[in-house]
């Protein structure tokens, strides 16, 4: 998950034993979803420990996967090597993304956007290195609907973010990619507990288009 330099280390550590629980209580179907409209030259955020690198499709022709977490890193390159499709794992940040303008035909998020420092730097250098009509594809827990589970939300916000390396529960991710200039074209909101004992909680499936020029 991308993050803070500060925040890194034990979170990794921590992560690469509690994400594949998390997989298996449905979030590799979640992700398999996301990507079946993966194509062409992919940049994943926040790669983690390459937990969607075995789902990327036969028209993905190469992702560079961006983690600044070196443990999550280290585990992410060896994940890699098994992979169909070419990756490349690199150190860096969602705010500072290693490529150029354009560059890229696909964007992907999977559960990071809730943790990056500051969202919409992340979310516009997404803007940037997809090329015009490229896709930004995003599966993401946010904030209630209910406004009460939201209130609460926000309350335990500063306590669940020191907790979860980083992690905000109240952030409005499809909203930001909109105020980042990308047009939804599908969202799919469901409720789900990422571990026992944790309540389900809403979580967005969406691809987004960047416009292109004159749009």
């Given at each position: ?13 921590t ?29 994943e ?115 669940w ?5 980083g ?17 939804i074209q ?9 571990l ?14 960047k416009?292109?020029?004159g749009?």
């Amino acid at each position: 998950m991308a993050k803070g330099r500060a925040a890194c280390g034990v979170f990794g550590a921590t992560y690469t034993r509690v994400g594949p629980v998390m997989d298996r209580r449905g979030a590799t179907a979640h992700r398999r979803e996301l990507l079946g409209a993966a194509f062409g030259r992919v940049v994943e955020i926040g790669a983690g420990y390459g937990a969607t690198f075995p789902l990327y499709p036969g028209q993905v022709t190469g992702v560079i996967a961006v983690e600044p977490d070196e443990t999550l890193r280290t585990s992410a390159k060896q994940a890699a090597k098994l992979a169909r499709v070419p990756i490349e794992v690199v150190d860096g940040f969602a705010s500072a993304l290693p490529l150029g303008d354009g560059s890229v035909d696909v964007a992907v998020s999977s559960l990071v956007l809730c943790s990056v420092p500051d969202q919409s730097a992340a979310l516009a250098e997404l803007h940037r290195v997809l090329r015009p009509g490229g896709l930004l594809l995003m599966y993401e827990h946010v904030r209630s609907r209910h406004l009460a589970l939201a209130i609460l939300e926000d309350l335990l916000a500063p306590v669940w973010s020191g907790l979860a390396g980083g992690c905000h529960p109240n952030r409005d991710t499809v909203a930001g990619a909109r105020a980042a200039g990308f047009q939804i074209q599908h969202q799919r909101r469901f409720g789900f507990s990422i571990l026992a004992g944790i309540p389900a909680v809403s979580h967005v499936i969406v691809a987004a288009r960047k416009l292109p020029i004159g749009e």
